[in-house]
């Protein structure tokens, strides 16, 4: 039962950038109102378990935060989709955990392992392929800028993680965290609203429609069973089971919007995401103790 929870947690967000696709709206729109949607069925699940929520007001105002960032790589990554499509762009933010290993060299002061290095190289050579290297048949209106955001959006989504996970130490029902950062990340929207153009509150259908699916499905149904699934499982599995979401992301691309890469940008595809599983799976830093306190305060 917890694997069927954590597959279907995994699926719903791999449709994110679907939904989004679908919406044809702006970057920040849509991250606003995938955000500002789910605020509602996010709180009402928080009072049903807010007796068990025992966090601090700054562990709250951490998650608050995270929020904030979280505003910024949904938007980044919006943006990404608009210029490489669905699964490139959902492939390329994946990269995130290298970003998430150098803060743990920086932060822990923890040696790198073996892999770390090269397969850190391998990774940044898949997504240089990824990008076409501006040859006519790379698909995406701008695949090279589409790059560059995509990998932006993975520093970002580095960010918040690291402080989202920092925010729920104690081990609080994770829907008060979510709620928190769903908060932050909408109203963060707004600020950064100015630098999207076509940024619009006006409700216009479907589009809204599809800005309430990707709320329901995977900002709060699909986060809610993988953070309650997860937990659960062996860590190889739930290395393996989170590469679904690129996969997933890939597939649905192809058969959905006909999203046909070029023989380059397959191969980096998978580069990044073989590189991802070997980080993922085997660690960025070498596993002695600290490393290991390292590992689970960040996936508190």
Do not use: K
């Not at 970002?156 to 932050?184: C, E, H, K, Q």
């Not at 993988?226 to 192809?254: H, K, N, Y």
């Not at 046909?260 to 590189?275: I, P």
């Amino acid at each position: 039962m917890i694997h069927l929870l954590a597959l279907l947690g995994i699926i719903g967000i791999s449709f994110s950038a679907v939904f989004v696709r679908l919406a044809g709206v702006s970057p920040i729109t849509a991250t606003f109102f995938r955000t500002a949607y789910a605020v509602p069925v996010l709180a009402a699940g928080w009072l049903a378990v807010r007796r068990r929520d025992d966090r601090t007001r700054r562990e709250r105002a951490m998650a608050f935060a995270a929020g904030l960032v979280l505003a910024v790589d949904l938007s980044l990554w919006h943006w990404t989709i608009d210029l490489i499509g669905v699964g490139l762009s959902t492939v390329i933010a994946n990269v995130q955990v290298v970003f998430v290993g150098l803060a743990a060299w920086a932060l822990h002061r923890e040696r790198p392992s073996r892999i770390a290095f090269p397969t850190i190289a391998v990774i940044l050579l898949g997504v240089a392929l990824i990008s076409g290297l501006d040859r006519p048949d790379a698909y995406g209106s701008h695949p090279v800028a589409g790059s560059i955001t995509g990998v932006l959006a993975g520093v970002s989504y580095a960010t918040f993680l690291l402080i989202f996970r920092s925010s729920n130490r104690r081990l609080a029902p994770s829907v008060g965290p979510l709620l928190d950062a769903t908060v932050g990340a909408a109203l963060g929207a707004l600020v950064i609203s100015p630098f999207d153009p076509g940024f619009s509150l006006a409700f216009v259908w479907p589009a809204h429609g599809w800005l309430i699916t990707v709320a329901l499905v995977s900002q709060v149904g699909g986060w809610l069973l993988i953070a309650a699934a997860l937990p659960r499982l062996p860590a190889l599995e739930t290395s393996v089971m989170l590469l679904l979401q690129p996969v997933g992301a890939v597939c649905w691309g192809l058969l959905i919007f006909a999203e046909d890469l070029s023989r380059l940008q397959w191969t980096g595809v998978g580069l990044v995401l073989a590189g991802v599983a070997a980080l993922t799976v085997h660690g960025t830093v070498t596993r002695g103790q600290a490393a290991r306190r390292a590992r689970t305060a960040a996936t508190a």
